[in-house]
């Protein structure tokens, strides 16, 4: 009896061992063959049917014993056979084919016969970085600098003050010239100096120009280099070897480029620019009622603070007549629908921005598409009523003002014989911008008589 107990645990024993190898040569065959022989999806018509026969087999069955979610469901009864067997993974039922499972990486679902081929989808061009620069054209005592701030108090904006100013008063007179106005214009919407290294360096040095009162992004960036505790610390100490670095660094942190001008008097100069790829350049046509200008124009001379050849101490034709064709000649291309202003220019008039600041800011940041600052509309708060300082309400050149207010104020300057003389010379730009005309002294005195109408910047 104990040698045939013997004998029997012997055998058993290496029945196990049998069973362990005959496990893992099966173990190891078939993974060599999954490997070396990948399911193909068969394309014999018989052998298609048998495989679609097996995904739909209810749909061919109307025995009692299915129920209508497995009518609904074709591959109900073999997903259940399966994992009763116990080789499903455990997943929901509704997200698993049996083919699937089967097959190991059965992907057709469909009724198709074959799978299509993978084709490479092209490579997409790299998208070109467009720089964002805005210019606010107008003409001198239209309201430029107020709006200018605008831009200026935008955390994320790099302004430049009256940078044409640079062309005009710098000992070269070559610079004069609507070739260098066009290549500065360039230089600074892109933040690319080193073409105009000259003039930035003029124009951030010159004691003549109050860059540094007007631009926040630029004093900021120069105040870094000053020697405080010298008796002049400097204007701008940016040492020259380190000069177009620094620029260029400073002004491409910053999101877009901002330019406000008096100086230049033909929008087709920036024609170019709006046709820049690497450019996304706007325009912002400022214009204001031509009395109001002719009006503070005189208050220059009256106070002795000329800044132009230009101003006289009455109202002159000539001047009155090349204010308005200014207005009217840079709208032409607007009204003319000219292709390369689409999307990239606005007209506004200065007296709509004092009637409603907050909305032509946000139309101005809509048409320049930069995201609105809480630091504009702060300054819009504090600068749009008039200030309690006589320094500030006296400034010619100051922003504290109540712009509602200021845009009335010619009315208390000008006598009805001046009104008339300017109306006469501008019937085509009031009539043009909407400006209503004065036709009495008892009109022109009674400030409760509105002459200006509400009117949203006119975008295109």
């Given amino acids: 009896m104990s040698k045939m107990h013997m004998c029997r645990k012997l055998l058993l024993l290496n029945l196990r061992k049998i069973l362990l190898l005959v496990l893992l040569v099966g173990t190891s065959t078939y993974t060599y063959i999954v490997a070396t022989f990948p399911y193909e999806e068969p394309t014999d018509g018989k052998t298609l049917r048998i495989l679609k026969d097996m995904r739909r087999p209810l749909e061919k069955r109307e025995d009692v014993g299915f129920n209508l979610e497995q009518r609904q469901d074709p591959g109900a009864h073999s997903k259940k056979m399966i994992k009763d067997a116990g080789f499903l993974p455990q997943q929901s039922e509704e997200d698993v084919d049996p083919l699937e499972f089967i097959f190991g990486g059965f992907q057709d679902k469909a009724e198709t016969t074959a799978t299509p081929p993978r084709t490479k989808k092209p ?241 101005f940041y809509k048409l320049i598409n930069i995201p609105m600052s809480k630091d504009v509309s702060k300054w819009l708060g504090s600068h749009t009523k008039t200030s309690k300082r006589i320094k500030d309400r006296k400034d010619p050149f100051g922003t504290k003002k109540d712009p509602e207010k200021t845009a009335n104020e010619w ?20 009539t043009l911008f909407n400006y209503k005309f004065v036709e009495s002294h008892n009109e022109l005195k009674e400030l409760s008589i509105s002459l200006y109408k509400k009117r949203a910047p006119q975008l295109f």
């Fill in 411 to 430: 009315r208390n300057r000008l006598s009805f014989e001046q009104v008339k003389i300017i109306q006469s010379e501008c019937k085509e730009a009031m």
């Fill in 123 to 363: 490579k997409a061009p790299p998208a070109v970085h467009k720089r964002t620069a805005v210019i606010v054209l107008t003409q001198m005592r239209s309201g430029s600098t107020f709006v200018g701030e605008i831009f200026n108090q935008h955390p994320d904006a790099f302004y430049f003050f009256e940078p044409v100013w640079a062309l005009e008063h710098h000992k070269d007179k070559a610079y004069n010239s609507s070739e260098w106005q066009l290549k500065l214009l360039e230089g600074l919407s892109k933040c690319e100096f080193e073409p105009i290294r000259d003039i930035m360096h003029f124009y951030l040095t010159t004691k003549e120009l109050g860059v540094m009162k007007t631009c926040r992004a630029i004093d900021t960036m120069c105040d870094g280099y000053r020697n405080k505790t010298a008796k002049w610390p400097g204007r701008c100490p940016i040492p020259k070897n380190q000069f177009i670095e620094v620029l260029e660094k400073n002004c491409l942190k910053n999101k877009f480029t901002a330019i406000k001008t008096i100086r230049l008097n033909n929008i087709t100069l920036f024609k170019p620019l709006t046709e820049d790829k690497e450019l996304n350049f706007k325009i912002v046509q400022l214009v204001r009622d031509p009395r109001a200008i002719i009006a503070s124009r005189l208050a220059l001379v009256k106070n002795n603070v000329s800044v132009t050849k230009q101003l006289h101490d009455d109202v002159d034709r000539a001047e009155v007549r090349a204010v308005c064709d200014w207005m009217t000649t840079n709208m032409q291309p607007y009204r003319e629908k000219s292709d390369w202003l689409r999307k990239r220019y606005a007209l506004v008039r200065y007296e709509d921005v004092g009637l409603d600041p907050m909305t032509t800011m946000a139309r």
